[in-house]
Structure formats: C-alpha cells, structure tokens
T-cell receptor, first 114, second 114 residues
Framework: NAGVMQNPRHLVRRRGQEARLRCSPM?????VYWYRQLPEEGLKFMVY????????ESGMPKERFSAEFPKEGPSILRIQQVVRGDSAAYFC????????????FGSGTQLSVL | AQTVTQSQPEMSVQEAETVTLSCTYD???????LFWYKQPPSRQMILVIR??????QNATENRFSVNFQKAAKSFSLKISDSQLGDAAMYFC???????????FGGGTRLMVKP
C-alpha cells in the first residue's frame, strides 16, 4: 500500500509565477490536509478537504492560494503570483476519516521562490 | 484556539541513555488527541505515538512512551535506550475531537551522541 505521494519534491519558481503542488492520498483515504512549514518551525494547518469539498480553509491565505480535491485525481494546492515569502515546505497528509484520525504525511514539496 | 508549546529547542542524549522531551498545550476541550511526530533530515513526518485524552493509561510504543498529565496539560515523550537513528526533529501535536486539523508545537531537535 503506497503512502501519501507528493510531487514534485522540489519546485523552483520566479516571483510572479504559479506553483502547483500535487498530492495523492493513501489508497482508501478520502480526507486530505495541507500544511506549510517554514524553516525551523512546526507545521501550520492550511486547508482540509474531502472529495470535491473544502471542509476547513481557515489556515489558507485569503489571496493567491487555492486548493482542490477532485473526484478523480490528486489534490492540488495552487499558489498564484508567488512571492519570496511563499518559500517553504508544503506537506500533504491523508486519513481515512473518523475521530482521532491519524494523519499520514507525504514527504513534502520544497518550494523555492527566486 | 489551541496552542502547543515545546520549551526545549534542542536536546542531547548519549546513545543507549534515556531522554524526555517536554510538551504543554492549552485547550478548553475535554476530549482530544495528542501526538508525537518525528521528522528526520529526509523531511518525512513519521507518527511516533498517539494518546487519547479520555484514556488515563499512558501510551507506549516499544522504546517510546508518554507521560500524559491531563490536569496539567502536559504531554512529554520519553525515549529509552536512545539510538543514533532517533536523531531528528520531534513535534508535539494536538488534535481536536472533530479532527479537522492538528496544531503543532515548534519542535525539539534531538541529537544523539555515540
């Protein structure tokens, strides 16, 4: 059973470009979470999605950031017009749902904005 | 809002010895979950141990155990017989009963000396 797959592992963008980060949850998991980690800090929650629905986006910046989890295919975190402050590691996690749900994390995408 | 505090930015332990990592949290809820995650240099987030707040018995996973003090809102991790492979960042995390997201502490970097 493959784990949570994130790609790319590293992504370099110039200021003003768009960044697309992909996440395929573990088989059988319908809940996806995105987190951001700045250097030497803990992970910060961004958004929680189930198939075709955004459940909680309280951690998402109001502008330039969006996320989706379509019926078919991976979850996508999209950052438009990237700025240097967007440079961070972005982690995706998935769970099968239920209370006290264990989250299984991917290896993250390191976004570097030049 | 919940907060998680790890007061030790860095800890060091001799191989084969025991070390305890501290974590405190703040919440007004009575039912919740607590986690310790390990993040080695590979950046992968690995679940070490999980504790349900309604259980008085402390969770144990092989060499890893916790000291859960609900009244004090304290959740420390004890690593026995430390191994070189235990060297990593350790993050304490709080999960509410709804399970929408985890709130992470700032992390403790553990170094293991041979």
């Amino acid at each position: 059973n493959a784990g949570v797959m994130q790609n790319p592992r590293h992504l370099v963008r110039r200021r003003g470009q768009e960044a697309r980060l992909r996440c395929s949850p573990m088989k059988g998991h319908s809940h996806v979470y995105w987190y951001r980690q700045l250097p030497e800090e803990g992970l910060k929650f961004m958004v929680y999605l189930q198939k075709e629905n955004i459940i909680d986006e309280s951690g998402m910046p109001k502008e330039r950031f969006s996320a989706e989890f379509p019926k078919e295919g991976p979850s996508i975190l999209r950052i438009q017009q990237v700025v240097r402050g967007d440079s961070a590691a972005y982690f995706c996690a998935s769970s099968p749902g239920g209370q006290g749900r264990k989250l299984f994390f991917g290896s993250g995408t390191q976004l570097s904005v030049l | 809002a919940q907060t998680v505090t790890q007061s030790q930015p860095e800890m060091s332990v001799q191989e084969a010895e025991t070390v305890t990592l501290s974590c405190t949290y703040d919440t007004s809820e009575s039912d919740y979950y607590l986690f310790w995650y390990k993040q080695p240099p590979s950046r992968q987030m690995i679940l070490v141990i999980r504790q349900e707040a309604y259980k008085q018995q402390n969770a144990t996973e092989n060499r890893f155990s916790v000291n859960f003090q609900k009244a004090a809102k304290s959740f420390s991790l004890k690593i026995s017989d430390s191994q070189l492979g235990d060297a990593a960042m350790y993050f304490c995390a709080y999960g509410n009963n709804a399970g929408n997201m985890l709130t992470f502490g700032g992390g403790t970097r553990l170094m293991v000396k041979p």
